[in-house]
């Protein structure tokens, strides 16, 4: 079963906004709004930072934002800092098999 | 607050047979089913499977079906991951976490500090 896409690599200065897009098909991101966003700090384990979309768990900045357009969910970090340098996952329910949870192959963002 | 601790890294040659453990906190089992996930050296993450303590109700991703099992035991809070014949390519660091059984939208909300397993000749 394919992962869901995420570019490989994003970049940008401190203070900027970047977003990064994980795209499924019909059968995970597009048809239910059960896609989340891990960061991962390097040796770290991964930590919850959005869920259903658009939730942020309790004690995660308002910095981090998602959104999703058809099968592509987005991650937006705004007023980047330099502790956001980490690897970010994406995950989706899916309908197909018994998988049941996909995951993003994992976007690195590098603060310049 | 929730928290997994789990088993400590291991060691193994190809063919050995292994179970790690993942121990919740308090009530971490009530109420949440317990995931794995793989992270292969450099790798990504991988939704391997995971098991409901309530019923041991277990899912599995096709591409770990058949080569791992996964258990609880809900009297000590505590799930395992379990090979029978460990392969070079099964090195990796595994997670176990938790996801809500009810409304928890297939997210993972805390996470375990991972156990790596090394398996070579």
């Known amino acids: 079963q394919s992962a869901l896409t995420q570019p490989a690599s994003v970049s940008g200065s401190p203070g900027q906004s970047i977003t990064i897009s994980c795209t499924g098909t019909?059968?995970?991101?597009?048809?239910?709004?059960?896609v989340s966003w891990y960061q991962q700090h390097p040796g770290k384990a991964p930590k919850l930072i959005i869920y259903?979309?658009?939730n942020r768990p309790s004690g995660v900045s308002n910095r981090f934002s998602g959104s999703k357009s058809g099968n592509t969910a987005s991650l937006t970090i705004s007023g980047l800092q330099a502790d956001d340098e980490a690897d970010y996952y994406c995950?989706?329910?899916?309908?197909?098999?018994?998988?049941?949870?996909?995951f993003g192959a994992g976007t690195k963002l590098t603060v310049l | 607050e929730v928290q997994l601790v789990q088993s400590g890294a291991e060691v193994k040659k190809p063919g050995e047979s292994l179970r790690i453990s993942c121990k919740g906190s308090?009530?971490?089992?009530?109420?949440?089913?317990i995931n794995w996930v793989r992270q292969m050296p450099g790798k990504g993450l991988e939704w391997m499977g995971r098991?409901?303590?309530?019923?041991?109700?277990?899912n599995y991703s096709p591409s770990f079906q058949g080569h791992v099992n996964i258990s609880t035991d809900r009297s000590i809070t505590t799930a395992y991951l379990q090979w029978r014949s460990l392969k070079a390519s099964d090195t990796a660091i595994y997670y176990c976490?938790?996801?809500?059984?009810?409304?928890?939208?297939?997210?993972?909300?805390?996470w375990g500090q991972g156990t790596l397993v090394t398996v070579s000749s």
């Open positions: 308090g009530n971490t089992f009530t109420g949440n089913w």
């Open positions: 019909s059968s995970d991101v597009g048809a239910y709004n059960y």
């Open positions: 995950s989706s329910y899916t309908s197909i098999s018994s998988s049941v949870v996909l």
């Open positions: 976490s938790t996801t809500p059984a009810i409304g928890g939208a297939y997210r993972s909300d805390y």
């Open positions: 259903e979309v658009t």
């Open positions: 098991v409901d303590p309530s019923d041991s109700y277990t």
